[in-house]
């Protein structure tokens, strides 16, 4: 007789995932409303349901073996599968229309995670992004030209009464694979920076910490867009400070900076009515940040 297949649990496979995904699995287990214990227990069962360790531990951060980078891929198309499956079966006949703003960096997450399952679920939505600055995104919030938005918070600014909080998470100081930041702080040579034109809320969160710390810097490259500050990373012309959304696996955290804190996401809402589809759109997005996919 054939030996049966094993079935994944779900649930641990969504625990996995949440716990990699945001680098410790006592905020995975925050961020999905568990316990501690409780998302220790499934991944331990989803190990033994593998036969195999996927996770070990590097100093303070957690390393997937060789088996759970397979089974990481893996766990994040059944996961998106299943979420697809429950999105296609309570679609309704809803239709009409939603203009969507984004930062860019949620673009390559969001796109295919949300926005393309909730077109196939509700075919007859019309949709539109636009990915653009933060300032932009409020901006057109405010003149209702965006249904929604999805934001950086900065701490000092209030939210409007429609708006709803997402989470926070951690800033990280980026660099390309062979950037030697011992050399920098060694000879006190003014740190290289890569950032977006001014007003950036990481700019700014950047070069006071730095400030603080009394470290050096200087701004060595601007940019208009992401995808110019990854490339300027990748072509080696220094460091950056951003969140790990669309973050290039090539590029490396860099540790020992002073720690840059966190930063907010919010969902912006129009103050116009919202209708049908933009509060089908905004359960999908809050449902996306719950759940850390």
């Known amino acids: ?144 030209e965006f249904d929604l938005a999805v934001c950086w918070q900065a701490d000092d600014v209030p939210l409007f009464p429609t708006s709803r909080a997402l989470g926070r998470i951690p800033l990280r100081w980026i660099g390309p694979p062979n950037f030697s930041l011992a050399h920098y702080l060694e000879t006190g040579e003014p740190l290289p920076l890569l950032v977006f034109e001014a007003p950036c809320l990481m700019r700014s969160a950047a070069t006071a910490a730095l400030d603080k710390a009394g470290i050096p810097w200087r701004i060595a490259f601007t940019s208009r867009s992401l995808g110019g500050i990854w490339a300027a990373l990748s072509a080696g012309l220094g460091i950056t400070l951003r969140t790990d959304f669309g973050r290039p696996a090539a590029l490396k955290i860099l540790e020992d900076l002073p720690p840059p804190g966190e930063i907010g996401i919010t969902l912006h809402q129009s103050q116009m009515q919202p209708g049908e589809p933009a509060t089908y759109l905004t359960d999908a997005i809050t449902g996306f940040f719950a759940t850390g996919q």
Do not use: C, W
Request: aromatic residues 4%.
């Open 1 to 144: 007789m054939a030996k049966r297949p094993v079935t994944f649990d779900a649930e641990a496979l969504r625990s996995f995932v949440t716990g990699i995904e945001l680098g410790s699995f006592v905020l995975a287990a925050d961020r999905l409303g568990r316990s501690t214990s409780a998302v220790s227990a499934q991944l331990k069962k989803l190990e033994q349901q593998a036969g195999t360790e996927l996770v070990q531990k590097a100093g303070r951060h957690l390393m997937l073996t060789a088996q759970g980078e397979v089974m990481l891929s893996y766990a994040r198309r059944i996961l998106s599968l299943n979420d697809e499956a429950s999105a296609a079966l309570s679609a309704s006949t809803l239709s009409g229309s939603i203009n969507l703003g984004m930062q860019e960096d949620f673009g390559e997450a969001l796109l295919p995670a949300i926005l393309g399952t909730f077109t196939r679920a509700h075919p007859q939505v019309q949709l539109s992004a636009s990915i653009t600055r933060n300032q932009q995104l409020l901006d057109g919030i405010r003149h209702n």
